[in-house]
């Protein structure tokens, strides 16, 4: 029995590949197994390889994985791009219609299965997912009865005879691999799940029901790969709150009407990708210097300009924390896990209420479209904050027309801010320089006050567990630092470094501006080395914590900016390297 | 109690060019904001960047001066967020016309419920003199020394064929007219366009008021105008050049996105409860299980 294993599906884009993965994963994650999944795809519709990569395990995974147990090929190219991942004692399950071949460098053994003409024979060859579904879990022991309900629910509207045609064809896929091919194997029978129910979704799906949890009633986006999901579920969701999506001309648009509608008083944000966020920057110049309240989603994806749409990166993270022109209050956090990128959704429309203020939340495609399976999210940890906000008729009447300080120069810099509509708090905004009462003013005395007013705000941000910590070690050899989806890699390097003896620490920064330097601080000085993972080219994430906290003479990092995530080996590879350097310096 | 045409005026001084044609035009929303008994807190007036940017500063209302060509999707973020509140968008032609054509396209197609007012003078001001895209073919400026070669933009035109539901054009000379157009618009459910001619004295030497008062027609008295009909319209419009006065154009019928859009909260959604409760949430995440 094993307690982890990884099964991937790959053919032609528009073939059903993800389909197949999906009803797969959705029988294991209902079993009470820790799943993780992630889809290779590329920037069309039709056609060129793709494949989705299903991790099962009993423990939480939240990683790709290093090699695949079980390969399920619809076409050749699906083996021969696929077969070097495959591990000793894997298994490659190929639609006999092909004439799959194994290449002779393959370790894994190969199965030939008539997915096509089985799912011919039952009536429509579209079922050939299902055979493949059948054959996979005979190999793997899995009861096919699990199946039985999700078919129900994928198929119940096409009626009885659709769902017996598919309930068989999964059959007769299981029944001629026990026939064929033998039957369960035990290298790929997985240990039972602990039985209990989890969510199954993609980091997209998070954010957006983060957003609705918040109080979100208006998105104003544009579609791009890959964020557009957000949007997705928002236009079926947003209705039922008597709110909605617009989907505008541009991300100019985009991002302006959001500012638009947060100062009318709602909640409302946008998303994008990288693209999209160059033609945003103005208006979180605007948002920075009126004081409005904005959340932007950026999902990276691989840049510069049009760059890998479709692939895994981590490049914005400067353009992020210094993107837009002059100095302005702004927030950037970088959830990691489906679910801090629910919660921190949350976080980020109280924060941008209570310092009014641009609030970047930074995905990554991983985190996005990787699709992970988590604990309920709890209705009770929901708090709702709007800072000092005031949408009532309780303020005194004005003694002089105008003369409402919606720019107060308060102590912690936060002014009380009223909406259109309420009484005795009429005020201008500006993104001209403005004196506290909203009115344009150049005078230099004037500007020092509200620019350091501005920037004082975020002095008493309070953010919890700005870094996400796994500090065992006092002293540790090696101290890893990442962001965003990179945290599953480096936890398995971590435990595959544990058990060389090398003494690990890992701080994974969840807030990214402002700098937690404080926190990242001491644990920089205890490490011997300091190994920073990142998706990017330039060491981004790197520049930014020498920049704060300096550790410049132990420093490292490991980058990748090839498309593809992290696996765990890798980091553990490189980390090696640098552990054994040291050590023979 | 309703409110007065000194209501809506604050103690700010504009720092507009004397004879400036906004003078006008803010006296002219002004004026209308109080004949519709309007209250400062009711109107919301976003405008962009250029002198005529400064309007929304210059009247008593809530007001938000944004960005350069972003002015309407600004001010439909405002009205989708509380749709009882009245929003006008205002701003010069370089604004709506050149870097906010994009929007300007979009927000008729749109039709949300607001009025966009542009402060047109065929010229760059706040810049100190450059063509504008409603400057002339020939008009010399600072950026076209030998005259403009581009085409100046039909932007009446452009808004029949976007598919306006109320396409308007005033003068500022004519404040009583112009203070109706801008009632009306208002009024109309859906998106409204007012194109005011309101002439830059520093700047531009050719469209002056004696220019436009010489050019200039109005629509009412046209023999048999009338500004339901679109191809009257478009023909009157190719026929004078653009220089007419009055509603070129009124769809009275067509619903607008609030209206047709699906769920959408009859109370301002600036007031809606943003918890959810337990069981609507509890609801949303058993979909992902």
């Known amino acids: 029995m094993v307690k982890r294993l990884a099964w991937k599906v790959g053919g032609q884009q528009g073939e059903g590949i993800e389909s197949t993965g999906e009803i797969f994963a959705k029988a294991l994650y209902r079993l009470g197994y820790h799943l993780y999944g992630y889809r290779h795809f590329s920037s069309r519709i039709k056609g060129g390889h793709t494949n989705n990569n299903i991790r099962v395990s009993t423990e939480k995974v939240r990683s790709i994985s290093d090699e695949i147990d079980i390969l399920i090929a619809f076409d050749q190219e699906t083996i021969d791009v696929n077969f070097d991942d495959l591990r000793q004692d894997g298994i490659i399950i190929a639609d006999a219609k092909f004439k799959p071949a194994n290449p002779n460098e393959s370790k894994a053994k190969l199965y030939a299965v008539p997915f096509t003409k089985i799912a011919a024979d039952l009536g429509t060859s579209l079922m050939k997912n299902m055979v493949a579904v059948g054959a996979s879990s005979a190999a793997m022991g899995i009861p096919l009865e699990y199946f039985h309900p999700i078919v129900e629910e994928l198929f119940g509207r096409k009626g009885e005879k659709i769902v017996e045609s598919n309930i068989r064809a999964i059959e007769q896929g299981a029944d001629y691999f026990n026939r064929e091919a033998g039957g369960r194997i035990e290298e790929l029978a997985l240990a039972p799940g602990d039985g209990r129910q989890r969510m199954y979704m993609i980091g997209n799906d998070a954010i957006a029901l983060g957003a609705i949890a918040a109080g979100v009633r208006l998105m104003s986006a544009y579609p791009i790969t890959p964020a557009s999901e957000i949007m997705e579920y928002l236009i079926e969701k947003l209705p039922k709150f008597g709110g909605t999506v617009i989907q505008t001309e541009d991300e100019m648009a985009a991002a302006t009407m959001a500012i638009g509608a947060n100062y009318s008083g709602v909640r409302a944000f946008t998303a994008s990708a990288g693209p999209g966020l160059s033609l945003m920057t103005e208006s979180i110049g605007l948002s920075g210097m009126t004081e409005t309240p904005l959340v932007i989603v950026d999902t990276q994806r691989g840049g510069p300009s049009t760059g890998l749409p479709t692939k895994q990166e981590q490049s914005d993270i400067m353009a992020m924390i210094y993107g837009t022109h002059g100095d302005i209050p702004k927030v950037v956090l970088a959830p990691s896990t489906v679910e801090e990128a629910f919660y921190d959704m949350v976080e980020a429309f109280n924060i941008a209420d209570e310092y009014q203020c641009p609030v970047i939340v930074l995905s990554d495609l991983q985190l996005s479209l990787g699709k992970q399976s988590v604990d309920p999210f709890n209705y009770d940890k929901i708090d709702i904050r709007r800072g000092k906000l005031i949408i009532d008729d309780s303020l005194p009447e004005l003694e002089k027309k105008g003369s409402f300080k919606r720019y107060e120069d308060t102590i912690d810099g936060v002014s009380p801010r009223t909406i259109p509509g309420t009484r005795n708090g009429l005020h201008h905004v500006t993104g001209v320089e403005h004196n506290e009462a909203g009115k344009p003013s150049e005078a230099a005395s004037n500007r020092k006050i509200q620019m350091d007013k501005r920037l004082r705000k975020l002095n008493s941000l309070k953010f919890d567990n700005p870094v996400h910590t796994n500090t065992k070690h006092e002293n540790p050899d090696l101290l890893l630092i990442g962001t965003g989806s990179t945290r599953g890699a480096i936890e398995e390097a971590m435990t595959k470094l544990a058990n060389d003896g090398v003494s690990v620490n890992h701080a994974h920064i969840r807030l990214l501006h402002p700098f937690p330097a404080e926190e990242m601080s001491p644990l920089i000085e205890k490490a011997r080395q300091v190994v920073v993972v990142e998706h990017n080219a330039t060491g981004q994430l790197e520049s930014l914590v020498k920049l704060n906290v300096g550790g410049r003479d132990k420093m490292s990092s490991i980058l990748k900016y090839d498309g593809n995530p992290f696996k765990p080996l890798e980091v553990y590879n490189q980390c090696k390297g640098v552990v054994y350097h040291v050590s023979h310096v | ?289």
């Open chain 2, 1 to 289: 109690m309703s409110a007065t045409f000194k209501d809506f005026r604050n103690n700010v001084k504009p720092n507009w060019c004397p004879g400036c044609g906004d003078f006008s035009v803010q006296a002219s929303i002004q004026r209308a904001a109080a004949n519709l008994s309007l209250t400062p807190e009711t109107l919301t007036i976003i405008s962009g960047i250029g002198c005529s940017g400064r309007i929304s500063g210059y009247i008593n209302a809530y007001g938000l001066h944004g960005i350069h060509g972003r002015a309407l999707p600004i001010a439909q973020g405002v009205k989708m967020g509380n749709r009882d509140m009245t929003v006008i968008a205002a701003g010069g032609d370089g604004d709506g016309f050149a870097i906010g054509l994009g929007h300007t396209i979009h927000a008729i197609r749109r039709n949300i419920d607001i009025t966009y007012i542009v402060m047109d003078n065929q010229i760059y001001g706040l810049t100190k003199g450059q063509t504008s895209p409603r400057s002339a073919e020939g008009f010399q400026t600072k950026s076209t020394p030998a005259g403009s070669i581009e085409s100046s933009l039909s932007v009446m035109q452009m808004a029949l064929t976007a598919g306006a539901t109320f396409v308007a054009q005033g003068f500022s000379s004519e404040v009583k007219d112009l203070t109706s157009l801008i009632e009306q618009g208002i009024q109309h459910k859906g998106f409204s366009l007012i194109n005011v001619f309101s002439p830059c004295v520093t700047y531009n030497k050719i469209n002056t008021y004696d220019w436009f008062k010489e050019n200039l027609i109005k629509l009412s008295e046209i023999d048999g105008y009338h500004p339901s009909n679109r191809i009257m319209a478009m023909e009157t419009l190719m026929k004078h050049n653009d220089l007419v006065m009055g509603i070129i154009y009124q769809d009275k019928e067509k619903y607008s996105y609030q209206e047709l859009l699906n769920g959408y909260s009859k109370e301002p959604l600036a007031y809606s409860r943003l918890n959810l409760g337990r069981e609507t949430f509890d609801n949303l995440v058993a979909e992902f299980m």
